[in-house]
């Protein structure tokens, strides 16, 4: 194996049946360490979570493809936060602040914040007011009407305040008082209250800073997206393809390092994969161990990175606003009752996570364990029933549950919830599959009885989203509908402590509230898999940031070794 | 003649005005709209803002006045634009329809060249070996759904030839090559399913014509038979096969809806499913008018090539 090729893996060839057989006598072997308890959910993966950067000096040039399933539906950040538009956004753009990239990073869970457009930052005492210094002679794209004018803080200034003005993004910026530019290359923001975490905010992959007079010109930003960063958008026909063409005029100088990135339109996945086993693409993601190695029959120099996700985006959510779920011995009881283990065994091939909300890594250093979860989260059906009992449901009771299939998975756990709360409860779940927008538009409207299968937005990498935006009662962005004053207490809290160590305490006790008083009963969750051409190098994708998807801006650091 | 096309003519009125109405109104029965799956999953839009854009997307108007806009709309040829990407539908209809017209030509005359020449041999040679693997043909043909089929092409094409056709739908202008190399696999996956019924159909009517007296005639003057197949029979055994041939148009245009998406290819197919799924109403109702019309247009067509194919037929 070459020290150059990170993560290349030896030709075992494993089949299928060796695959499970060796996890299982992996999860056996775990399981008699742990004095015999239960295994804790995923099944160790045969491929490495981390893709090393390469010791070689990058090489110029070349073409990066990639089949995807996303297709921007519009290219206006005010109006979307979709993955379309995301998967390429942060190539064509910059942000205040980010996160490191994989030639950066040690490892996948490093999540601290640098400089992008930003040089430095600093809050005053009480953390209202944010001054960020501007790196000086960032140039936009030489793109009309911009043609490589230099970026300054009022672009920036302009930028939040539309955000807040309208579209998918006004509520984390209507925190914002004011903002003033002292100098060309200062920006200072004044918060209506004082959050530490306002730098993570501005770093999440959405915030990118977008042309002032394109908004100008056009009225939208519909038809351009022109940034500072280190890829022009240089063709997008929807249906088709996007292409990026290499900035040479990037303030990062000496890089991008691939002359252009072609994202190729491809709805269906057996095309993905084929495009991906001719060549056609460079980067393709996989959900089971059983179809990456689908492809390494075919391919077995390719690059695999076992992709471990540090929270679950999809839960049970139950109108706790109305009885019965606003007894929380329902909730509890509920959450008993269902098999998580059962899920991940099944469903998710033993490589899955039981499911929790705010990413583990913000609290505690290894993935959250069924004992962690607290007893609720336990599968233990006998008292379930006695606490349905006790919250005067002994014969159980009729609800509904409506969900729309984001992965062919979910409907296996749908029906496998169902299955556990009839068995073990006696509620008659009855169950409606529906379209992405009729889902969506019920979902969000929160004015639901019953039960969905809910989701907490995919693109959140920071905690102040994870918790204060998710979970607050007054946020728009509370889907599970938490109202609870302990968490509406602890998320402001957590936005006035500026110490690590203190915040890394109040996240566990948001954490083990929403347990506690199961406010959001998440659902087991696949662990994914990033594969890659051989050639690939320093592409490796970060907790909460895949390469192919919101954590595009790792490719400026890319490069293809041919 | 010029009356019977008059009066088909006039009856596409009303199919059509029917047509708008179920598709309007079973787009407003649908959950959700256009606004909702725009905003994608943030929800952190507010009531009164979503009013603002509804108001300025003029959802907020009831449904008759809505109905009516649209009507002028279609009848001023100008449909408007689509509420999910802005872009007016002519625009997009201008990019969607030349590929569909390409795939669905093309698998066609694939269709057709496999169908008749398998149809006439099965029929001409009935019951022979030849016969039955023709037969085995149309079966197949009938049984594979397009999305089966066409899956286990690509996969298949690259596992075992490491090929597939190129992704990225490049025009015929812009590079001929490129262009032909993907279509011909999609057309030919629609074209072998659309072939099944056409080749029974030739089948079993050039068999019905083979036993007509003229025929019996044509062999008695010692005409060759190629000459007695292919001038005397199968001319008159075309008509029934035409009529299937112009039904079968709505299920390629079905078909087109799958094969463009497993094919990468941006038609009208992946373009109505996509506005359906948005709740895109103006992309998605244009589309299925244009459909409608086509197929009426279509039929009309049809029948009137009946008269070309038998002179005995007389429109009044």
């Known amino acids: 194996m070459r020290s150059d090729t990170p993560g290349r893996i030896r030709p075992s060839r494993l089949n299928r049946r060796e695959f499970v057989r060796i996890s299982a006598a992996g999860v056996g072997a775990s399981a008699l360490i742990a004095g015999g308890r239960r295994p804790a959910a995923a099944a160790a993966s045969p491929y490495p979570d981390w893709l090393p950067a390469s010791t070689k000096p990058p090489k110029r040039g070349g073409v990066l493809t990639r089949a995807s399933a996303w297709d921007p539906p519009v290219i206006d950040p005010r109006h979307t936060q979709s993955v379309g538009l995301f998967q390429f956004a942060g190539l064509t753009s910059n942000r205040l602040v980010r996160h490191p990239f994989s030639d950066e990073a040690t490892n996948p869970n490093d999540l601290t914040l640098k400089g992008d457009l930003a040089e430095s930052w600093s809050a005053n005492a009480d953390h209202r007011v944010w001054t960020f210094k501007l790196r000086q002679g960032v140039k936009w794209q030489n793109v009309a009407p911009l043609n490589g004018r230099e970026l300054t803080a009022a672009d920036v200034k302009y930028c939040y305040e539309a955000y807040a003005k309208e579209g998918v993004q006004a509520f984390t910026f209507q925190e914002i008082e004011g903002m003033e530019t002292p100098d060309k290359y200062t920006l200072r923001v004044h918060l209506k209250t004082p959050n530490t975490l306002f730098p993570q905010n501005v770093a999440e992959h959405v915030a990118i800073i977008f042309a002032r007079e394109v908004l100008e010109e056009d009225g939208d930003l519909k038809k351009r997206l022109i940034g500072t960063g280190p890829y022009i958008l240089k063709e997008h026909t929807r249906k088709v393809r996007v292409v990026l063409q290499r900035n040479p005029d990037y303030w990062d100088k000496g890089r991008p390092s691939i002359d252009e990135y072609v994202i190729l339109s491809t709805p269906d996945d057996a095309t993905r994969v084929a495009a991906f086993r001719t060549g056609q693409s460079d980067i393709i993601w996989r959900a089971s161990v059983s179809d990456v190695e689908a492809i390494r029959k075919t391919n077995p120099n390719v690059q695999v990175q076992a992709y471990s996700n540090t929270l679950a985006p999809f839960g049970v959510a139950l109108a706790q606003d109305r009885p019965p779920f606003n007894d929380v011995r329902v909730r509890r009881a509920i959450s008993m009752a269902i098999d998580r283990q059962k899920q991940v065994d099944t469903v998710f091939e033993g490589h899955g996570i039981l499911g929790w909300g705010v990413p583990y890594i913000y609290y505690q250093d290894t993935p959250p364990t069924a004992k962690d979860l607290g007893p609720w989260w336990q599968f233990r059906p006998a008292e379930a029933k006695k606490l349905l009992a006790e919250a005067g449901h002994p014969n159980g009771f009729e609800t509904t549950l409506f969900y729309y299939e984001y992965f062919p998975q979910m409907s296996s756990q749908v029906q496998l919830v169902q299955q556990d709360l009839k068995k073990h409860l006696n509620i008659n779940v009855k169950i409606t599959k529906l379209d992405y927008t009729g889902y969506y538009g019920r979902y969000v409207d929160s004015k639901w009885a019953g039960m969905s299968w809910g989701f907490q937005s995919g693109h959140a990498v920071g905690l102040d989203e994870r918790t204060y935006m998710y979970m607050h009662s007054k946020s728009t962005k509370n889907f599970f509908r938490v109202n609870d004053p302990i968490i509406d207490e602890l998320t402001t809290k957590l936005r006035r402590t500026p110490d690590r160590a203190e915040q890394r305490a109040i996240a566990k006790k948001i954490v083990d509230r929403e347990y506690d008083q199961v406010l959001r009963m998440w659902m087991p969750y696949d662990n994914g898999f990033l594969v890659f051409q051989p050639h690939m190098r320093n592409v490796a994708a970060g907790a909460l940031r895949r390469t192919d998807g919101y954590g595009c801006p790792t490719i400026a650091r890319s490069w293809i070794d041919k | ?316």
């Open chain 2, 1 to 316: 003649m010029y009356k019977y096309v008059i009066r088909r003519m006039l009856l596409v009125i009303p199919v059509l005005l029917l047509s708008s109405l179920v598709v309007f109104g079973l787009m407003r029965v649908m959950p959700g709209d256009a606004l909702t799956a725009l905003m994608g999953e943030s929800g952190n839009v507010g009531e009164k803002e979503l009013a603002k854009l509804r108001k300025d997307l003029g959802l907020d108007r009831p449904y008759h006045e809505q109905y009516a806009l649209w009507v002028w709309q279609m009848v001023s040829l100008n449909p408007g634009h689509s509420i999910f990407t802005n872009e007016p539908i002519a625009v997009s209809l201008k990019k969607a329809i030349p590929v569909t017209l390409e795939l669905a030509s093309l698998a066609m005359i694939i269709g057709i060249v496999i169908a008749v020449p398998v149809g006439v041999m099965s029929a001409t040679r009935q019951d022979s070996a030849s016969d039955y693997v023709g037969r085995v043909i149309a079966v197949s043909g009938l049984s594979f759904p397009e999305f089966w089929l066409g899956t286990l092409v690509i996969t298949f094409a690259a596992i075992w030839f490491h090929w597939i056709p190129p992704i990225g739908y490049v025009s015929l202008w812009e590079s001929p090559w490129k262009n032909l190399q993907q279509f011909l696999i999609p057309a030919a996956v629609l074209g072998f399913r659309l072939s099944a019924a056409t080749m029974r159909m030739t089948r079993s009517t050039v068999l019905e014509v083979l036993r007509e007296d003229y025929v019996r005639t044509a062999w008695a003057k010692g005409l060759e038979g190629r000459i007695v197949v292919y001038k005397h029979a199968l001319k008159n055994a075309l008509i029934p096969v035409v009529t299937i041939v112009g039904g079968q148009l709505g299920v390629l245009l079905a078909g087109t809806v799958v094969v463009e998406t497993i094919f990468a290819l941006p038609g009208m197919g992946r373009l109505t499913v996509e506005a359906i799924l948005f709740r895109d109403y103006p992309v998605v109702q244009t589309n299925v008018m244009l459909v409608a019309a086509t197929l009426v247009t279509l039929n009309l067509v049809v029948d009137l090539t009946y008269a070309w194919l038998d002179p005995r037929i007389r429109y009044r």
